[in-house]
């Protein structure tokens, strides 16, 4: 036997972190998010509350949110849209994304404070009372899913890469529909979903 | 139509949309954590960083600072449980190792410590900031690690009855003509199911709500209620969508009854959310195996000597197993059969049933063995199948119902080309890439279990199905819709299914493909004891001895005979006849042979499974053929597997849609776990290394091939009122073997240990 102290945490402080190196290691979201420039990071505990507008599915939803809260747990948590799942929190699995604009983004790994101002489109903003999302009415066609877990990720990123230009060939089907892993494998039946919607989400 | 929707052949129902398909497209399905609770308080979980040892102290100071933290539990002042028995043993349990019961630490990754904050960030913040001081001992991590024992399988498991063996191995191998010898390896293995292992318990005065992904909520139920000491029908688990299972949800984790004590102490919900890497090591797994095989066989193919040794993995504290064997011993004819499964211990979390358990690692061992006989014997592996098909299993002589192993074989290999084929490893190639074609049995034991079900009939053909089955992605409320609109006569979309409720009536496990013959049967037995109900009412003079059997199905009618009526009941004259608006009925359903305390043990949440080879007088089995091709990069070794073909046959496809899907998934799962799928474990430490979905290789849609899948039509009259085999788990398992015969096809080079990776080819 011999003694050792362990802990799973690094070391790292999360609260010198969020104080001090918000504006930079941030970046890359809060470069695209121009309202929140002008918000200094103040909060020296991240879990006091912060107040956040997002525009979810066309609405301004007001929250108070911890800093660190992300987009997904912020849809999940305090708005109840829980269509967009939580399957990996690390940005492995696709289960979570969203649109914010017309970009799909891993929801996961993007802080709710960071989307501010943005328009954020969750598998609940698809279809209107009547009718489904072409994607959304392709995936039932050919049975695009099995326990549905990935699907609603699944769903927005294949938007996305028919928007982005990348479902001319099956070929860039697959590779632009690999960052959404499906654990039941419906993988060819996405691919047939995605060539069958594209047309009319081209047409607009 | 649509690739996704294959026209049926005979003895198939219709290939309908998925019942739960607008659901999960617009993201109204709710899986647990999906599911709203008042003012909710979130827990995280606290997992140990060392494999063997004990916990001397904790430091709490800071985690305790953290805003937000309402209480930390460790084992110091955890709720006190009772025990609760292995799943396979006769419990509900999956692992027997209970975490916050003392200082000891049986495995990596168990649970040491559990926070409760009001946000998830706080929680999260807080169980990073928990110290431990452990003293730690040197774990043993695998086969190969010191301070590991090894005992027969036999006499530690009560699933694992005996060694099958007929004949005299020992003289019939000595003297075959032509002999393998190999010796194969299987690597562990998660089901990482794309839903996290998430549970919320609520209280509601003495009563318990779980919402938890399960594939078994009446033992969760129960097994819960036991740990905690309460009655069982003080707890409820609700379910009605559970984001894949694959086996990891069909036992009982600590998780549960450890989150509902906690819930009840601080008389608040709680809702736990673990970490993907945490799954690895609080729930189960495909514990990696070992396999020596000998095959003796006289020239022109003929088995005449089979003996299979298989070797698997487990914790110190459970004696888990699958014992593959059952099943590779009676595939083939063959009158000289040995086998010896064994347990070997080490510092692990206890192993768990993982998508066709058994099958996957010992059927990669007997059909590489086969595959290398046949090369020995200059033989069309095919061939040699057919050569030892047999309409017997070789153990007890019991015939198999049906078998269209070579039915599959034909039609597999006819729609993938087989016989372009050249003969020769290194053969065939296309520029820089070796080109191998590989083919493998596939086979699944059909298995059911009792189930309950109740029916409920408006005179309007409004009907409302109510069931505790399980929707893990299978299409289980499509093909229980189906089965009620065929039976009663009522047009599809005036059934409603309400599953995944143990207040419903109780169904078995969702695990070893047992659900749609099981639920199916239960449910066609309900909506025939409406009919004759109304058949009475509106005929009350005529006998129903006779009539009621021929029209209304009562019995082990299969359902393609029975399922059209030649008399159409008339709804509104049969319910003016009764006199009431609604019929209803409540039934339970128990497959032939199931044991005398079947019901009780349905009630109560052991499921028993009968079928498969476990039969008195018969052996059911669904079988299948895979085909792939392998291209091999001669430079740099990559290995890529463009075409995957596989033939089925298991009884009646009750939905060609959701059957094809699932074998589909099943073939892909079947290439991933041959080309991808390994949890690396570090042998120094005991842990997981790769415990995350970045790490722990699965298919995305890049790696996945032209994949078809051939279903063909089979009628069996001999394993229960649907007539149905379970094919859930049955693709994954020739799949393994079929690529390492493809990759010894292109390249010559024989690959016995899975996953096949460029490294270990020498090309």
Known sequence: MSDMSSSRSSGFDRRAFMAGAAGSALAPMTARAAAQEARAPVAQDPALPVDVTLRVNGQDKRLSLDARTTVLDALREHLKLTGSKKGCDHGQCGACTVLIGDRRVVSCLTLALAAEGQEITTIEGLATSDRLHPMQQAFIDNDAFQCGYCTPGQIMSAIACVKEGHAGTDADIREYMSGNICRCAAYPNIVAAVKQAAPEIMKG | MTAAAPEPKANMGQPVPRYDAVAKVTGRATYGADMPLDNPAYAFLVTSAIAKGRINSFDLDDAKRVRGVIDIVTHENAPKLKESKLFSNGGYAGTTIQPLKSAEIAHDGQIIAVVIAESYEAAREAANRVKVSYSAATPSASFDSPGTTKAAAKGQNAQFKEDPKVGDFAKAFDEAEVKVEASYETPTQHHNPMELFSTSCAWMGDTLVIYEPSQYVYGLKNGVAEQLGIDADKVRVVNPYVGGGFGSRGSMTPRTAIIAGIAKRLNRPIKLVPTRDQGFTIATYRAETRHEIKLGASRDGKLVALRHEGAEMSSRADPY????????????????????????????????????????????????????????????????????????EPIGGKPYTSRSLMACFDEAAKAFGWAQRSVAPRSMSDGDWLIGYGCAATCYPTQMAPSAARVRLQRDGRTRVEIAGHEIGTGAYTVIAQTASERLGVPLEKVSVFMGDSDLPPAPVAGGSNSTASTCSAVMMVCDQIRQRLFKAVMPNESLTDKAKETVGIGQTPANQAARSDRPLDLEKAFDALGVGVVEEYGEWKPEGAPLDSFKAMHSGHARLVGGSAMKDKIAYAFGAEFVEVRVNRFTHEIRCPRLVGAFAAGRIMNPRT??????????????????????????????????????????????PDVEVILLSEQDDHINPVGAKGLGELANVGTNAAICNAVFHATGQRIRRLPVRLENIEV
């Open chain 2, 321 to 392: 197993c699958v014992g593959g064997t059952k099943t590779t011993t009676r595939l083939y004819a063959c009158s000289n059969v040995d086998s010896l499964v064994s347990i070997v211990r080490a510092d692990r979390n206890t192993p768990g049933f993982m998508r066709s358990p058994p099958e996957v690692p010992y059927l990669f061992a007997l059909e590489s063995a086969m595959d290398e006989l046949a090369v020995k014997l200059n033989m069309d592996p095919v061939e040699l199948r057919r050569v030892n098909d047999t309409t017997n």
């Open chain 2, 659 to 704: 059957a094809r899907s699932q074998l589909m998934g099943g073939l892909i799962w079947g290439m991933s776990s041959a080309l991808l799928e390994a949890t690396e474990i570090d042998q120094r430490t005991a842990r997981y290394v790769n415990d995350n979905l970045a790490d722990y290789l699965v298919p995305v849609n890049a790696d996945v």
